[in-house]
Nanobody
Framework: QVQLVESGGGLVQAGGSLRLSCTASGRTVSDYAMGWFRQAPGKEREFVATVIWSFGTTVYTNSVKGRFTISGDRAKNMMYLQMNSLKPEDTAVYYC?????????????????WGQGTQVTVSS
């Protein structure tokens, strides 16, 4: 099993930046594909980005392409989400997740482990 803890959320003005971190413990992140999801009030949890260590690839949802960057440091068992040019519609609780499916997925139902979430609020 792996335990995930997010950090780095907060309140930022539109156009600003935040960097989220996900600390993994229990097993190495290389054993999983990992991703970021978010959930706004009254909405379903949605896919943001995933990193597939096996292939060295990243995938993003269209609304964050060019603004967000997912990365990781396998030696430190860490994953990051750099968020630039933030918009009010990016406001949500952001979750770090891991799946044993090494090909990764956009579907939250395919992720096996989740962090507790970190709030990101973007003011206009």
């Amino acid at each position: 099993q792996v335990q995930l803890v997010e950090s780095g959320g907060g309140l930022v003005q539109a156009g600003g930046s935040l960097r989220l971190s996900c600390t993994a413990s229990g097993r190495t992140v290389s054993d999983y594909a990992m991703g970021w999801f978010r959930q706004a009030p009254g909405k379903e949890r949605e896919f943001v980005a995933t990193v597939i260590w096996s292939f060295g690839t990243t995938v993003y949802t269209n609304s964050v392409k060019g603004r967000f960057t997912i990365s990781g440091d396998r030696a430190k068992n860490m994953m990051y989400l750099q968020m630039n040019s933030l918009k009010p519609e990016d406001t949500a609780v952001y979750y770090c997740a891991a799946t044993v499916n090494r090909y990764g997925s956009r579907l939250y139902s395919e992720y096996d482990y989740w962090g507790q979430g970190t709030q990101v609020t973007v003011s206009s």
